[in-house]
């Protein structure tokens, strides 16, 4: 089996497009065309359902593009167990990441990171929506909530302390909260599906279902909501940490802290071999971050 007509086949799985698909890669769209055809022929199967206006994939093709991607996972672990591991890896690498946490760190990162792979090119996409990243064609993921997919593994690279804020503003005019229950007698700002705040107290967990003033789907978006005064919310550090040291946030219920398991996680499909372009990346995401991230606050 042609290892160029699979990586043909993975790129038109992501892009919905043979011409498209065969100019990252250098082909013509006759040539690219051809190639799929032939992918076709040597299966005996019909892989895409061509139109007028895109490909997508038939039965079968969803069915084989799990295991052609892990085909050329298996190619790239076999040429570095003879040396082209110690090489700069090349070609392109498709990341997804939560919108806030890409532009805010992620996109920082890449500087160092890019500097030292200079040949390895990256498609990033960012979103707060779980995207699927075998049907978009995703090497890995970057993820702040919970792995409900059997099928993906996920690699802790940083912390994720989450925190109950509000302006100096707010809390001069609507006073602080000093324990949890009070949170119903004040302005909350709700990060989308994030209702139900629970708290480590002496008594033990206590969750508080809180009554929105204002609700959300981003998380930069809600902190600069609560730092113009209109709420409580509940913040992740790494959005957070420069308002508060700027005095713009103030930490509250400090005595009583959130219970979060939350981290940020790098998530690849499930699979034996690791690309080392992906290996490469998360491990430079880890010792960037660190034990302790610059986020953390002390």
Known sequence: MNIEHLKLFIRIAACHNIS???????????????????????????????????????????????????????????????????????SRMRITAPASFGRMHLIPALNG?????????????????????????????????????SSLIARKIAQDTRLVCASPGYIQKHGIPTQPSDLLNHQCIDLMGLDTWTFQTNEGHQSIKIKHFLRADNGEAIRDAAINGL??????????????????????????????????????????????KVRVFIDYLKTHFGETPYWELT
């Open 113 to 149: 990171f890019m500097a030292q792979y200079p040949d390895l090119n990256l498609d990033l996409r960012l979103s707060d929506s779980i995207v699927d990243m075998v049907e978009g064609g995703f090497d890995v993921a970057i993820r702040n909530a919970a792995l409900n997919d």
């Open 20 to 90: 498209l698909a065969g100019k990252e890669l250098g082909l013509s769209p006759a040539v690219a065309s051809s190639h799929i055809n032939k992918l076709e022929e040597n299966l005996g199967v019909r892989l895409i359902h061509r139109t007028t206006r895109k490909v997508s994939l038939t039965e079968d093709g969803v069915a084989f593009l799990p295991h052609a991607q892990e085909v050329l996972s298996s190619v790239d672990v076999a040429f570095a167990s003879v040396g082209f591991g110690n090489m700069t890896p090349s």
């Open 231 to 276: 709420g409580l919310t509940i913040c992740s550090q790494w959005c957070a940490y420069k308002a508060i040291q700027a005095k713009q946030l103030v930490p509250v219920l400090t005595n009583t802290p959130l219970i979060s398991n939350t981290s940020i996680w790098a998530v690849y499909p499930s699979s034996r071999l690791l690309p080392p």
